[in-house]
């Protein structure tokens, strides 16, 4: 079964400074996809950013960014100019892709910004 | 309002109790979900089905059911609960493709006393 692991349960950054979330997975397939969802106090599931396993260029949306290691297994997640909303739990999630196959979530780190 | 609803937001019931959390979704999705979030584990699933009248196990279904008559209704039963399904609960959806991830409900919070 594929696993996902992030290694940091807790992390902290100053605000507009940069700081970068660890996820690895085990998988012995080719083809799947990645994601990283932000969890905010109200709880809600946010989809941050996703990277598809046959691209090799990182994904980038905004402030956020990927460094997608396929050899490694790897896939880390940078924000850059953190800001206050930024606070929040963020999961790494992984997926084959294929109708049958679910998404396998990192048990998360907890990232506080601070003023 | 468009998009994928959770009922209740909280819940509190008494171990050996019966408990039914709701999931409702407007897209039409193929795919619905339902995961447990919990301390150090992350969201693990419970459940999922792949349309109306399919359903199958996921990670963790013991203690769990689940129905699905209709495309749009995905309710989770607790069938007679106790304290370690203390969780929060989401429900997600997704279209058959499932390329851009899932789309979560707000989750309920259910304790078990």
């Known amino acids: 079964a594929q696993t996902v692991t992030q290694s940091q349960p807790e992390m902290s950054v100053q605000e507009a400074e940069t700081v970068t979330l660890s996820c690895t997975y085990d998988?012995?397939?080719?083809?799947?996809?990645l994601f990283w969802y932000k969890q905010p106090p109200s709880r809600q599931m946010i989809l941050v950013i996703r990277?598809?396993?046959?691209?090799?260029q990182n994904a980038t949306e905004n402030r956020f960014s990927v460094n997608f290691q396929k050899a490694a297994k790897s896939f880390s997640l940078k924000i850059s100019d953190s800001q206050l909303g930024d606070t929040a739990m963020y999961f790494c999630?992984?997926?084959?892709?294929?109708?049958?196959?679910?998404?396998?979530f990192g048990a998360g780190t907890r990232l506080t910004v601070k003023p | 309002d468009a998009g994928i609803t959770q009922s209740p937001r909280y819940k509190i019931t008494e171990t050996g109790r019966q408990v039914t959390l709701m999931c409702h979704q407007t897209?039409?999705?193929?795919?619905m979900f339902w995961y447990r979030q919990d301390l150090g584990h992350g969201l693990r699933l419970i459940y999922y089905?792949?349309?109306?009248?399919?359903?199958d196990k996921g990670e963790v279904p013991d203690g769990y059911v689940v129905s699905r008559s209709k495309t749009e209704n995905f309710p989770l039963t607790l069938e007679s609960a106790t304290r370690s399904q203390t969780s929060v609960y989401f429900c997600?959806?997704?279209?058959?493709?499932?390329?851009?991830?899932?789309?979560f409900g707000s989750g309920t919070r259910l304790t078990v006393v």
């Open positions: 997600a959806s997704s279209d058959i493709r499932k390329a851009y991830g899932y789309t």
């Open positions: 998988t012995s397939e080719s083809n799947y996809y």
């Open positions: 990277q598809e396993a046959y691209k090799q």
């Open positions: 999630a992984f997926m084959m892709i294929g109708n049958n196959n679910d998404m396998r």
């Open positions: 897209w039409s999705h193929s795919y």
């Open positions: 089905s792949a349309a109306a009248d399919i359903t």
